[in-house]
């Protein structure tokens, strides 16, 4: 992927050093270890690729001053995320609102501390096993607030899944709006406040240039996903990526709509960067600049990982078979 705005959008995230946590060989040992030991994944193809995509680097260039333990746990989060982004984007589920929104209602019940059945699928086995470790020093507050941005995202993928099946392909406002929620990336953030120990006031969260500063990096993220993983959408037949809803809704060519997304994430990173100073000055007694900084490595981090992962570029060179990498005993444990 090359050309003028991707070219020009690479190099605005320059203003943001690469970091990279010491702890990152620990965190892929570890995160080896819990997705074995909770279940997750157990064929070797399944295994090979999960191994391919790097989630603990992930993990490590996302949260950079993360220290052993907590890295470890985000790293979980990391593989949990997408193995049920999988499962939703990739496999039958997806295409299965009654089963999505079932699946989803478990979950949700884990995190309204009903617990999981032990018999249960292991995503909801090994969600309970990641909420107990994620809230043993959570403030209310932002228990709520996570469980909000779950909420959401299941909502979102819910939507995504009606859309699958009736053939709708969304306008590029809903999208935007969606877009934030199906990736998971609030759900993401939230999570600098856990393994950067931090706690930002409720009113300075819920404040609107905080809101949109939070958006802007939310846009950033998600349209950069976008932009590297549109292979492999493709090749599935996915158009939930805005650079197929730009292409659908502007009538233009993909070469000319991979253009416009990377133009609009170079004008929202901009926009954020901007904003920093501002928030710095109204904000800055609340101890909001490691959240700040938290954010900024989520956005050069993700951009990094998402060049480089393998999760995104074989897509490239071969039509994925989700047959061959989706573990059905992930939602259903009657299929192991």
């Known amino acids: 992927m ?17 970091e990279l946590n010491p702890h990152a060989g620990a965190a892929t040992a570890h995160l080896d270890r819990w997705v074995a030991e909770r279940g997750l994944i157990g064929r070797t193809e399944a295994r090979e690729r999960f191994d391919r995509a790097a989630f603990g ?3 490590a260039v996302t949260y950079p001053t993360a220290g052993e333990r907590d890295l470890g746990l985000v790293a979980d989060w990391f593989a949990w995320l997408f193995l049920l982004d999988d499962q939703l984007d990739d496999g039958l589920l997806g295409r299965d609102p009654e089963r999505t929104y079932e699946l989803l209602g478990a979950l949700f019940d884990v995190l309204d501390g009903k617990g999981a059945d032990p018999a249960g699928p292991s995503i909801a086995t090994s969600l309970a096993d990641l909420w107990e470790r994620t809230t043993e020093t959570a403030s209310a507050a932002w228990r709520r607030r996570f469980v909000e941005h779950v909420v959401a995202g299941g909502l979102a993928a819910g939507w995504e899944s009606a859309n699958r099946v009736s053939g709708t392909i969304p306008g590029e406002a809903e999208y935007v709006e969606k877009r934030r929620h199906t990736g998971a990336i609030y759900v993401c953030f939230d999570l600098i406040e856990i393994a950067g120990h931090l706690d930002v006031p409720a009113a300075v969260y819920d404040s609107e240039p905080f809101a949109e500063a939070v958006r802007a990096a939310c846009d950033v993220v998600g349209w950069t996903n976008d932009l590297y993983s549109l292979d ?4 599935l037949g996915e158009y939930h990526n805005l650079v197929t809803v730009v292409q659908h809704a502007r009538g233009i060519s993909q070469t000319d709509a991979i253009g416009v997304v990377a133009g609009l994430i170079t004008r929202r990173l901009n926009e954020y960067l901007a904003a920093e100073p501002m928030l710095r000055e109204r904000y800055g007694e609340s101890g909001i600049e490691p959240y700040l900084a938290g954010l900024r490595s989520w956005m050069r981090g993700n951009l990094d990982w998402s060049a480089s992962t393998r999760r995104y570029r074989e897509a490239a060179q071969d039509t994925p078979d989700p047959a061959r990498y989706l573990e059905s005993a992930l939602i259903d444990r009657s299929a192991a």
């Open 2 to 18: 090359s050309g003028g705005p991707v070219t020009a959008m690479v190099e605005a995230f320059g203003a943001i050093d690469p």
């Open 57 to 59: 680097w992930f993990a």
């Open 232 to 235: 492999k959408e493709t090749a």
